[in-house]
Nanobody, 122 residues
Framework: VQLQASGGGLVQPGGSLRLSCAAS????????MGWFRQAPGSEREFVAA????????LYGDWVKGRFTISRDNAKNTVYLQMNNLKPEDTAIYYC????????????????WGQGTQVTVSS
């Protein structure tokens, strides 16, 4: 399984970005996918996760409605729409795939993408 994350970049505070993560290979029929982020000097932090059919979504407590996770199974792609971005959202964003469920637990993910840099600055 390979995961390719994209969509990061430089955005001003209050702006929006949409991250994408395309999965390839034997991803299974019930895989959950999620996003984590890691800022310099910090541990990796859970952002959001989604079940195989989109019926279950999980978010970090701090997200507070600013981010939305979705997926398109026909494209094997998960998205993270990020609105009202703040400087503290600056981090490398990683997507992961869990072969069995949507989860907020980093150690349960089976595969990871390479990460995409998001920088929020004026």
């Amino acid at each position: 399984v390979q995961l390719q994350a994209s969509g990061g970049g430089l955005v001003q505070p209050g702006g929006s970005l949409r991250l994408s993560c395309a999965a390839s290979g034997r991803t299974g029929d019930r895989s959950g996918m999620g996003w984590f982020r890691q800022a310099p000097g910090s541990e990796r932090e859970f952002v959001a996760a989604i079940s195989w059919n989109g019926g279950n979504t999980l978010y970090g407590d701090w997200v507070k409605g600013r981010f939305t996770i979705s997926r398109d199974n026909a494209k094997n792609t998960v998205y993270l729409q990020m609105n009202n971005l703040k400087p503290e959202d600056t981090a490398i964003y990683y997507c992961g795939l869990d072969l069995f469920r949507a989860t907020e637990h980093e150690d349960e993910y089976d595969y990871w993408g390479q990460g995409t840099q998001v920088t929020v600055s004026s």
